[in-house]
């Protein structure tokens, strides 16, 4: 393969941005049930801990991890969520804004 100096560099750079970006969201805090905005869509840490006559839409396994605003793998115990940008949810979790489109 014949690739240029040029290419290489921002193949190199793209990676190294990724990589970084990954880190930091690996890094980042949990989302805590307490947190306002937490609560404001009945989040749980455990799906098990819902209040099924608060939250009627709830539905048995339901769960963060299979949600579509949920951005890791559905293996993962903990990943980002497009609700809570700088915090992670834990993949067993549920709030009311679950959805599975």
């Not at 990954?22 to 009945?42: K, N, Q, W, Y």
């Not at 963060?64 to 293996?75: H, I, R, T």
Request: net charge neutral; glycine share 8%; with cysteine.
């Amino acid at each position: 393969m014949n690739t240029s100096r040029r290419s290489f560099m921002v193949f190199s750079i793209g990676m190294g941005t990724a990589l970084w970006l990954t880190r930091a969201r690996a890094d980042a805090p949990h989302l805590s049930e307490a947190d306002p905005a937490a609560v404001a869509v009945g989040y749980k840490e455990d799906a098990a801990q819902v209040d099924k006559a608060k939250y009627p839409a709830y539905a048995a396994g339901q769960t963060c991890a299979n949600c579509s605003l949920y951005e890791g793998k559905s293996s993962d115990a903990w990943g980002g969520c497009s609700l809570f940008n700088d915090k992670l949810v834990a993949g067993k979790g549920w709030c009311a804004s679950y959805t599975n489109m």
